[in-house]
């Protein structure tokens, strides 16, 4: 049998928990083959991000057109796009080799509260990408700001999930609630057959860094296996929880997970 191939779009993490490196990590840890385009490179450890610099546009589509020409995906995902630019190169990709699934993680905001995101990239990612996207994982703030309204709980996430779909044009959306308050943390999952609820034990922790990365990275890795959306959506976020409660405990600020969980 052939490896399937995965691609991820993102920033690299000079810190390894994230971006890039969290998405590599996380296709070996499935047993897909991953490759990449980095779309910027930041400085950053568990304690924040103290910089980080654009790759050109045109280099992040050089870098495409270079795997999806020799080493072609089964399935792809965007993580860190910084700026409107990168989101339109990233966007031509995609329609250029007819790249799909497609997992879109709208990042915007590091774990450490540090923004990723330039704010004229947020319509950008609305108009090129939303409409492309086979899933959209955003956490709350993420889904407040792309669908212009404050989601909070449950019902909010549903209902930002739904407009994800029915508005903005996603084939299905997973709003992530792990910035929610209580013992439990609730996923909402929005797709053509309804609304999903995926409900994990909230793991007292610090080490989160990288979350949504490895999410998104897991769910895009079981796609590239040929698995149903619902059936990697589940498999990634038991994936998550694992890699949370094993954590290494790295750092002094918010540590990475256990990518071989």
């Not at 045109?58 to 999806?68: I, R, Y």
């Not at 990042?107 to 939303?130: F, H």
């Not at 949370?244 to 405990?249: E, F």
């Amino acid at each position: 049998m052939t490896m399937p191939i995965a691609l991820t779009i993102a920033g690299s993490d000079s810190g390894g928990g994230a971006g890039i490196q969290a998405d590599l990590k996380s296709f070996q840890r499935f047993g897909v083959f991953g490759t990449s385009v980095v779309t910027a490179i930041t400085a950053q450890n568990t304690r924040g991000v103290t910089a980080w610099q654009a790759v050109s546009p045109v280099l992040v589509a050089q870098q495409a057109d270079a795997v999806a020409t020799d080493l072609r995906p089964a399935a792809v995902k965007s993580g860190m796009l910084g700026d409107a630019v990168t989101v339109g190169a990233v966007a031509d990709a995609l329609e250029r080799h007819a790249l799909a699934p497609y997992v879109l993680d709208p990042v915007m905001v590091a774990t450490s509260g540090d923004l990723l995101l330039e704010r004229d990239a947020v319509q950008a990612i609305v108009a090129r990408l939303v409409p492309r996207a086979t899933l959209v994982t955003p956490n709350l703030d993420e889904a407040a700001i792309l669908v212009g309204e404050p989601v909070r709980d449950v019902a909010a996430m549903e209902r930002a999930g739904r407009h994800l779909v029915e508005s903005l044009g996603a084939a299905a959306a997973l709003v992530k609630g792990g910035h929610l308050t209580g013992d439990t943390t609730t996923d909402v999952l929005v797709d053509a057959a309804g609304v999903l609820h995926v409900t994990h034990a909230r793991i007292a922790t610090t080490s989160l860094h990288g979350t949504g990365c490895t999410l998104s990275a897991a769910i895009t890795a079981n796609l590239a296996l040929g698995l149903a959306l619902r059936d990697a959506v589940h498999i990634a976020l038991d994936y998550v929880h694992r890699a949370i409660a094993s954590a290494p405990g790295l750092g002094s600020g918010h540590g990475p997970l256990e990518h071989r969980a």
